[in-house]
């Protein structure tokens, strides 16, 4: 799994996510970016802010690991929904120096943190309380996905296995806290099942890796076969 990765390795996985969501990024026109991502009431736009913003909040993270003064990701839920909605007003330049800068700003902090204070007990947006090495997860799961969901090419099937393991365990253990996905059933190929806890009816989703957690995350079926008669994956963010 990801974490069990020496760090170096996380930090190499996290700046790969970042460089290929900029690559997406890049492939877009300016005025490919007022056009719809493929997240339901965002646009591209949208989605630029929201990753650039991201980048942005961990940084508070990394300043309340180094300094010890708790420094939260956000003031509040409304505040980081108008610093999403202001960002997707700006000019394109202004929009892609925004993603440039906060990632530039963040991997600075990776960089020049003492390594003591990687320990550093942080709480995140969800309010779980994390050592501050799981930044580097929070933001590797961010530009991968994202890079997805901006709908310019970016496939599941280009992350590297580690992530995509990763991320299944993650969505997988977000339904258990929350008693979401009774009687799912997610079987990927080559692997044993796994099962979720029994429900009023079984519904068993099948196929590559990618797929499935393409499926789990909320971005389609696309390359799964589904048994059963289930709406939709559960919520796990």
């Excluded at 965002?42 to 989605?47: G, Q, V």
């Excluded at 990701?73 to 007003?89: K, T, V, W």
Aim: glycine share 8%.
């Amino acid at each position: 799994m990801f974490n069990d990765l020496d760090f170096a390795e996380r930090l190499l996985i996290a700046r790969r996510g970042t460089a290929y969501f900029a690559q997406r990024l890049a492939e877009l026109s300016d005025r490919d970016l007022d056009a719809d991502s493929l997240l339901p009431g965002w646009s591209r736009r949208h989605l630029v802010a929201h990753v650039g913003y991201n980048a942005a909040a961990l940084c508070r993270l990394m300043d309340w690991a180094s300094t010890g003064t708790e420094t939260p990701m956000y003031a509040s839920a409304d505040q980081r929904a108008r610093e999403i909605d202001e960002g997707s007003s700006l000019n394109a330049g202004a929009l892609r120096n925004l993603f440039d800068h906060t990632v530039a700003r963040l991997d600075a902090k990776w960089r020049h943190l003492p390594p003591a204070a990687w320990s550093t007990q942080v709480r995140t947006a969800q309010g779980r309380v994390v050592p501050a090495t799981e930044t580097v997860w929070m933001r590797t799961r961010e530009v991968w996905i994202h890079a997805v969901d901006l709908g310019s090419g970016g496939r599941f099937g280009d992350f590297p296995p580690v992530v995509l393991k990763s991320l299944l365990a993650d969505i997988v253990d977000a339904w258990r806290r929350n008693d979401r996905g009774a009687g799912l059933v997610l079987t990927v190929d080559g692997c044993r099942p796994i099962v979720l806890p029994p429900g009023p009816r079984t519904t068993t989703v099948s196929g590559p890796l990618p797929a499935v957690v393409r499926w789990a995350a909320g971005r389609g079926t696309v390359g799964v076969s589904i048994d059963g008669d289930a709406e939709g994956p559960p919520r796990w963010l």
